[in-house]
């Protein structure tokens, strides 16, 4: 197996991986949400393509009783996903309204689906026609570019798809283009110009193809030059995929790095909200749970849930300001300072130290009292909070029941 077959592999293995990953949301979403439908049936389209490419299928198809068959599938399967992208394009612009301004760039890109739908059935239509009728298939092809060249009938039956392809191409390329100068997360930016990207190496691919074709016809080339300009060009196709499956993703795979990181603050702030909530067992809206139970609470966002969970431990010490006096404060600080004198450092441990040592009042019978001075926030947003109290829980795993009492005793010590 050469490089060039192995990358097939791989290639197909991407996009069809991309669009198993995909499939749920487009199958099962809003049904009104008609990009992700189209973005994955252009995922599906090309996956197919891309396997009809591969060597064992490629030949496998070349070899039925349909002579040259992979080469009409592949040419199908790529024409629908075409479609479905063109589509996409129009999808991530939204609605406007009837009576409003339509930007042109809209318009343009409404105008060329409309097209593309008819053209799309009629490519097919012509496929067909001249696939079984003008193309020499007395003999069975492996590549069937580079074994066709000089042949009038494969390079009018290649323009033809070549035409619809790298048009459809250069639509992409424009309109990514601007989407891409638009964009305002970086994600996204770097996702859309890498989709521009692929898209100009499709127009290169095409017209590069097309003439090669043409020109075999006048100067029939050598089998090895031929053979030579369908992997230069193969391998271009290949870059293609490879930039189009990756940018495409790049967006999705922010969200899902975004849910990563909200799992991971849940893991790190469950202790300290399940003792918190263990204490006041009438705050939560459910009993506290394992940290396995909680990650797999589905029917609600991590992301709300995260900050039901910073709300929870607010108000939790809120109130257990009413059980401790004045003075937990400084002696939380002295006792965060001893351990760590860096500021940054022992400013969540001071308020680990004050919690766990509040705690311990509470479960100790401490009669409610007036509110006690408690740190004053600085976070200037919910993620700020959420990141402040992760520090607070990580520092609240390292202190331990007897060192927070300790604290608690030397108030009533010095009292």
């Given at each position: 197996?050469?490089?060039?077959?192995?990358?097939?592999?791989?290639?197909?293995?991407?996009?069809?991986?991309?669009?198993?990953?995909?499939?749920?949301?487009?199958?099962?979403?809003?049904?009104?949400?008609?990009?992700?439908?189209?973005l994955w049936g252009c995922y599906?389209?090309?996956?197919?393509?891309?396997?009809?490419?591969?060597?064992v299928v490629r030949i496998g198809?070349?070899?039925?009783?349909?002579?040259?068959?992979?080469?009409?599938?592949?040419?199908?399967?790529?024409?629908?996903?075409?479609?479905?992208?063109?589509?996409?394009?129009?999808?991530?612009?939204?609605?406007?309204?009837?009576?409003?301004?339509?930007?042109?760039?809209?318009?343009?890109?409404?105008?060329?689906?409309?097209?593309?739908?008819?053209?799309?059935?009629?490519?097919?239509?012509?496929?067909?026609?001249?696939?079984?009728?003008?193309?020499?298939?007395?003999?069975?092809?492996?590549?069937?570019?580079?074994?066709?060249?000089?042949?009038?009938?494969?390079?009018?039956?290649?323009?033809?798809?070549?035409?619809?392809?790298?048009?459809?191409?250069?639509?992409?390329?424009?309109?990514?283009?601007?989407?891409?100068?638009?964009?305002?997360?970086?994600?996204?930016?770097?996702?859309?110009?890498?989709?521009?990207?692929?898209?100009?190496?499709?127009?290169?691919?095409?017209?590069?193809?097309?003439?090669?074709?043409?020109?075999?016809?006048?100067?029939?080339?050598?089998?090895?030059?031929?053979?030579?300009?369908?992997?230069?060009?193969?391998?271009?196709?290949?870059?293609?995929?490879?930039?189009?499956?990756?940018?495409?993703?790049?967006?999705?795979?922010?969200?899902?790095?975004?849910?990563?990181?909200?799992?991971?603050?849940?893991?790190?702030?469950?202790?300290?909200?399940?003792?918190?909530?263990?204490?006041?067992?009438?705050?939560?809206?459910?009993?506290?749970?394992?940290?396995?139970?909680?990650?797999?609470?589905?029917?609600?966002?991590?992301?709300?849930?995260?900050?039901?969970?910073?709300?929870?431990?607010?108000?939790?010490?809120?109130?257990?300001?009413?059980?401790?006096?004045?003075?937990?404060?400084?002696?939380?600080?002295?006792?965060?300072?001893?351990?760590?004198?860096?500021?940054?450092?022992?400013?969540?441990?001071?308020?680990?130290?004050?919690?766990?040592?509040?705690?311990?009042?509470?479960?100790?019978?401490?009669?409610?009292?007036?509110?006690?001075?408690?740190?004053?926030?600085?976070?200037?947003?919910?993620?700020?909070?959420?990141?402040?109290?992760?520090?607070?829980?990580?520092?609240?795993?390292?202190?331990?029941?007897?060192?927070?009492?300790?604290?608690?005793?030397?108030?009533?010590?010095?009292?």
């Amino acid at each position: 197996m050469t490089a060039l077959d192995l990358a097939g592999y791989l290639i197909a293995v991407l996009m069809t991986a991309v669009a198993l990953w995909r499939m749920p949301a487009a199958l099962w979403g809003d049904e009104e949400d008609k990009r992700r439908r189209a973005l994955w049936g252009c995922y599906a389209g090309f996956a197919l393509a891309l396997w009809t490419k591969t060597k064992v299928v490629r030949i496998g198809l070349n070899n039925s009783p349909v002579v040259d068959l992979a080469v009409l599938i592949k040419h199908y399967t790529a024409t629908i996903a075409i479609l479905a992208i063109l589509s996409y394009i129009v999808a991530i612009y939204g609605h406007f309204p009837e009576d409003g301004v339509i930007p042109r760039h809209v318009r343009f890109a409404r105008l060329i689906q409309q097209v593309a739908a008819k053209a799309s059935v009629a490519t097919l239509i012509l496929l067909t026609v001249l696939f079984f009728t003008v193309v020499d298939r007395s003999y069975v092809s492996d590549r069937f570019v580079s074994d066709h060249a000089g042949q009038w009938g494969a390079t009018l039956y290649m323009s033809v798809f070549y035409l619809y392809l790298g048009a459809a191409s250069a639509v992409c390329a424009y309109q990514w283009a601007l989407a891409t100068a638009g964009a305002g997360a970086r994600h996204l930016r770097i996702g859309l110009g890498m989709m521009t990207f692929a898209m100009f190496i499709g127009v290169g691919y095409t017209v590069s193809r097309t003439l090669f074709l043409w020109i075999s016809v006048a100067d029939q080339p050598s089998p090895d030059f031929a053979l030579k300009f369908d992997k230069a060009t193969e391998a271009a196709q290949i870059v293609l995929f490879a930039f189009f499956a990756l940018g495409a993703s790049i967006p999705a795979f922010s969200k899902g790095w975004r849910r990563v990181r909200l799992w991971r603050a849940q893991a790190r702030l469950h202790p300290l909200w399940r003792e918190l909530m263990a204490a006041f067992p009438d705050q939560p809206f459910e009993p506290p749970a394992s940290l396995t139970r909680e990650l797999t609470r589905f029917g609600t966002p991590a992301d709300l849930r995260i900050d039901r969970w910073a709300a929870d431990i607010a108000d939790a010490v809120e109130k257990l300001r009413h059980y401790v006096p004045d003075g937990l404060l400084p002696a939380a600080k002295r006792a965060a300072s001893d351990d760590h004198p860096r500021p940054e450092s022992a400013g969540p441990l001071a308020e680990a130290y004050w919690i766990k040592a509040a705690l311990a009042a509470k479960a100790d019978g401490a009669a409610a009292g007036d509110a006690a001075a408690v740190e004053t926030k600085h976070a200037t947003d919910q993620d700020g909070e959420v990141a402040w109290l992760v520090r607070v829980a990580d520092a609240y795993r390292t202190v331990s029941g007897e060192r927070a009492r300790g604290v608690l005793n030397s108030l009533e010590t010095s009292a």
